[in-house]
């Protein structure tokens, strides 16, 4: 396994996340984690990675001296390499001109890291990165010298080597671009493998961990489903255990694992609020009750959602609303079972990490999370949380394997409070209704042009507005639609999505002929920031 050492860049999940596609496991941890613990984790190499800061400021974040005492490989990455080349004795200095961008690397030294690394395929994108319209590096970049496309963004740069070190590769604008200490096992590179702008960063990674670390490659789906069964059997023993099924991916992947693991110690509580998408709940019945044989307690609490959301308009009271009649109807129900002593949890990776952050105070953004916390301490649970380790795309990797069908798998996120949030205004049935019909034939027809897994995340908006319509002969008074569909790595920044007009109007027709009470939609070209993906 392998470690990495968090100096606070938007990019270290990256990294984590193309090293376990690699196959091998490994995890972050902020640049100030008690270095005491990192004996005991035993990696077999680590990874500094990029940061925001400075590193020839006073007081700025540096790694802990047991990495280079440790006798294990290092790779720098950015940030990473400028305090491994501050700290071993080299010089780093700022003031120059911001480099960000792509840059052709070329290789000026043979290392272990980098040769012939323009001769290895490039990579596949990854998940979530498919930007539509977005120019992807081409082949121009491949030249004859070796040289190829690399993603730059930084400020400071390496002027010095430390002693042991070689300069291995450099750019038109930077002459330290990548340097090297074959024996110790150091690299530090000022540009990003971890994006896939960077050609042939996936294979650089794998060189790293693989070759030059000797990590094996034992992170599959099968090796993960099989650990956490006999975890999870060791952990709950013969107890029961007890799921809040919401229709996500992250609770269907738990319930799918528990039920492989515990048979029908399981029990699922389904809250319907009334406010899922078109024909969920029915779907969660399905695929989960039926198909999996999970034992599903489903509560159709629509009408009392509907009854509490009366005559609210404001988007936080709604929201508190729906989160306090979730915890409500949830606990009542758990209440009726006797003899849980567990509550299974979908966190996943990113949520530790966030929660677990630096010490000294770097800016997470946490999203609200419509979740039961603090349930387990007052219903006298035991907290179960499978799926800690992994990374949204490996939960869905593991759901596949697991037999959910993989358009479950693949959706597109959808917010705790669901159309509580996507209905403006007061939240009434008929509006609910009314926006189902419209977002399912939106999505259908995603689906449909092959357009829906090129977006991250689509889905239509239920504004209160009474527009003026002509409908037949007659004159309409009527809401509108909105139909939103956004572009996005880390859903903290997203650009709208250059859907094709006929498309538009094909979906703008189908919603005005289809679904009663619209007669006018429009498309939202709003970039995030300033508009937030949803629109409450
Ligand atoms: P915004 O609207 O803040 O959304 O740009 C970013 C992402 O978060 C989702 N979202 C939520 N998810 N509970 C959730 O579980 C919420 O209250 C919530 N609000 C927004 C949103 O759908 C988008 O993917």
Known sequence: K???????AQYT?????????????????????????????APKAIILSGGPESTVEAGSPRAPQIVFDSGLPVLGICYGMQTMAMQLGGKVESGHSREFGFAALTPTMSCRLLDRLSDTPAVPMGEGESWM???????????????????????DRVTALPAGFAAVASTHDLPLAAMADETRRYYGVQFHPEVTHTQHGTELLRRFVVDIAGCQTLWTAENIIEDSIVRIREQTGSEHVLLGLSGGVDSSVVAALLKRAIGDRLTCVFVDTGLLRHGEGDQVMQMMAANMGVKVVRVNAGPQYFSELKGVDDPEAKRKIIGRLFVEIFEAESKKLSDVKWLAQGT???????????????????????NVGGLPERMHLKLLEPLRELFKDE?????????????????????????????????????????????????????????????????????????VGVVGDARAYEPVIALRAVETIDF?????????????????????????????????????????????
């Open 348 to 370: 996943i990776y990113p949520d530790v990490i966030e929660s677990a952050g630096s010490k000294t105070g770097k800016a997470h953004v946490i999203k609200s999370h419509h």
């Open 13 to 41: 999940q990256l990294i984590a996340r193309r090293i376990r596609e690699i196959g091998v496991y490994c995890e972050i941890w902020a640049w100030d984690h008690d270095p005491a613990d990192i004996p005991k984790f």
């Open 492 to 536: 903290m920044t997203a650009h709208w999505a250059r859907l094709p007009y006929d498309f538009l109007d094909h979906v703008a027709r189908r919603i005005v002929n289809e679904v009663r009470g619209v007669s006018r939609v429009v498309y939202d070209i709003s970039g995030k920031p300033p508009a937030t993906i949803e629109w409450e």
């Open 133 to 155: 319209g977005q120019q992807q590096p081409s082949a121009a970049h491949a030249a004859a010298d070796g040289s190829f496309g690399v993603w730059m963004s930084h400020g």
């Open 395 to 467: 939960v869905r990797r593991l759901g596949v394997a697991l037999g959910l069908p993989r358009e479950m798998v693949y959706r597109h996120p959808f917010p705790g409070p669901g159309l509580g949030v996507r209905i403006l205004g007061e939240v009434k049935p008929e509006a609910a209704e009314v926006l189902q019909r419209a977002d399912h034939i939106f999505i259908d027809e995603l689906r449909k042009w092959a357009l829906y897994d090129k977006v991250s995340q689509a889905f239509a908006v239920y504004l209160p507005v009474k527009s």
């Open 2 to 8: 392998i470690l990495i050492l968090d100096f606070g």
